[in-house]
């Protein structure tokens, strides 16, 4: 489930990344270098660095980019309904991502 997790915060940070400018057709060079292009206040630029390091592995990349948010936030729900506060978080939180990290 942890893998699930990841997987859905991923995704997040992926829809996040698109709507603060980072296209989606653009090869992922560097962090820094997609950093660049993104429109991120500059005291979060560390935290958006290493969330970008995160997805450098192309494979993770790929399934966040191909993975339904709702559909696995609601997976996730289903089988463990005691995790109701923190996919609420994570669902609360990846939504606003673009505001939070544009400042």
Request: glycine share 4%; proline share 5%.
């Given at each position: 489930?942890?893998?699930e997790l990841d997987g859905l915060c991923a995704a997040y940070f992926l829809q996040g990344c698109k709507a603060l400018g980072r296209e989606a057709g653009r090869p992922w060079v560097t962090p820094?270098?997609?950093?660049?292009?993104?429109?991120?206040?500059?005291?979060?630029?560390?935290?958006?660095?290493?969330?970008?390091?995160?997805?450098?592995?192309?494979?993770?990349?790929?399934?966040?980019?191909?993975?339904?948010?709702?559909?696995?936030?609601?997976?996730?729900?289903?089988?463990?309904?005691?995790?109701?506060?923190?996919?609420?978080?994570?669902?609360?939180?990846?939504?606003?991502?673009?505001?939070?990290?544009?400042?």
């Open positions: 489930m942890e893998a820094d270098a997609s950093l660049q292009r993104m429109s991120v206040a500059p005291e979060l630029a560390p935290l958006v660095r290493r969330l970008l390091t995160c997805l450098q592995d192309g494979a993770a990349r790929r399934r966040a980019r191909t993975l339904n948010i709702t559909a696995a936030w609601r997976s996730l729900l289903s089988r463990q309904p005691s995790l109701v506060a923190e996919l609420t978080l994570i669902e609360r939180m990846g939504r606003n991502l673009p505001c939070s990290f544009a400042g």
